[in-house]
């Protein structure tokens, strides 16, 4: 219940970016009391900072997902790098997986290059960094071009019917943000199908993610933190929500 709450005030102040004390408890229906120690525990993560009579979002008020693939593909680079290669560690020779669009998965291809593997995929960035390893065999799915996410888009459900088809061990999964109330979450709705199927499919999914998308809400859910196996991260979320992670059963692994 506190973990919620925590999350909910977090995402109402960065919405607003400014707020009083006394806003908050009208808003949440708490005390004074409660709101100065759900803040401290924000404080502590960096979301927030304290001012005179009220708090401010740390967090620019738009959502990071929705930027052009080439500007998120820069913004932590070396954290997003060793995320990947800590990642590929659970990749073997033979396996067939599914890599999610997204700037930080992409990178695995640097660190499986040397592996015979099938990888089921959506991610343009990753094909095109794979086309010199032969020994990567790439399996993609019809749709859309969108240069903005170098990623291929359905109309419908057919890539994720097509991807059904298919039998991997493992998924590497992206996303926009991470809560214990609404799991992990997309901001690309034309995505999101593909990726509730692969986390269906998969026999063991990684969730590589770095610490800014802990306790962020953006538009669609696609899975549960009950359905991932292990969060690859730069940072740990604060210890309320890393025990509740824990509690669903995920590993959470820090680099």
Same mark, same amino acid.
């Given at each position: 219940?506190?973990?919620?709450?925590?999350?909910?005030?977090?995402?109402?102040?960065?919405?607003?970016?400014?707020?009083?004390?006394?806003?908050?408890?009208?808003?949440?229906?708490?005390?004074?009391?409660?709101?100065?120690?759900?803040?401290?525990?924000?404080?502590?993560?960096?979301?927030?900072?304290?001012?005179?009579?009220?708090?401010?979002?740390?967090?620019?008020?738009?959502?990071?997902?929705?930027?052009?693939?080439?500007?998120?593909?820069?913004?932590?680079?070396?954290?997003?790098?060793?995320?990947?290669?800590?990642?590929?560690?659970?990749?073997?020779?033979?396996?067939?997986?599914? /890599?999610?669009?997204?700037?930080? &998965?992409?990178? =695995? $291809? !640097?660190?499986? *290059?040397?592996?015979? @593997? +099938?990888?089921?995929?959506?991610?343009?960035?990753?094909?095109?960094?794979?086309?010199?390893?032969?020994?990567?065999?790439?399996?993609?799915?019809?749709?859309?071009?969108?240069?903005?996410?170098?990623?291929?888009?359905?109309?419908?459900?057919?890539?994720?019917?097509?991807?059904?088809?298919?039998?991997?061990?493992?998924?590497?999964?992206?996303?926009?943000?991470?809560?214990?109330?609404?799991?992990?979450?997309?901001?690309?709705?034309?995505?999101?199908?593909?990726?509730?199927?692969? /986390?269906?499919?998969?026999?063991? &999914?990684?969730? =590589? $993610? !770095?610490?800014? *998308?802990?306790?962020? @809400? +953006?538009?669609?859910?696609?899975?549960?933190?009950?359905?991932?196996?292990?969060?690859?991260?730069?940072?740990?979320?604060?210890?309320?929500?890393?025990?509740?992670?824990?509690?669903?059963?995920?590993?959470?692994?820090?680099?």
């Amino acid at each position: 219940m506190k973990i919620k709450r925590i999350e909910q005030e977090e995402a109402y102040i960065q919405k607003a970016q400014n707020v009083t004390i006394e806003e908050l408890c009208e808003k949440f229906g708490v005390s004074k009391n409660t709101i100065r120690r759900d803040l401290i525990e924000l404080e502590k993560k960096g979301s927030i900072v304290k001012n005179y009579g009220g708090v401010s979002s740390t967090i620019q008020n738009y959502d990071v997902g929705m930027l052009p693939f080439n500007t998120r593909g820069h913004l932590m680079l070396e954290e997003k790098k060793r995320i990947a290669e800590r990642a590929a560690e659970f990749i073997n020779d033979g396996d067939y997986i599914f /890599v999610d669009s997204g700037s930080t &998965v992409c990178n =695995l $291809v !640097d660190y499986i *290059k040397n592996l015979n @593997v +099938t990888v089921l995929t959506n991610n343009l960035d990753f094909i095109i960094r794979a086309l010199q390893y032969p020994n990567i065999q790439i399996i993609t799915f019809s749709g859309i071009l969108n240069r903005d996410y170098y990623s291929f888009t359905s109309i419908d459900e057919r890539s994720a019917e097509i991807l059904s088809s298919y039998n991997f061990t493992k998924a590497f999964m992206a996303a926009t943000g991470v809560t214990v109330q609404y799991g992990v979450m997309n901001s690309l709705l034309s995505d999101n199908e593909l990726k509730v199927t692969a /986390v269906n499919r998969a026999q063991e &999914v990684y969730l =590589l $993610v !770095d610490h800014t *998308k802990f306790g962020k @809400v +953006t538009i669609k859910s696609y899975g549960s933190l009950e359905q991932i196996d292990t969060i690859i991260t730069n940072q740990p979320p604060s210890d309320d929500m890393m025990e509740s992670i824990r509690q669903c059963g995920c590993e959470i692994i820090v680099v």
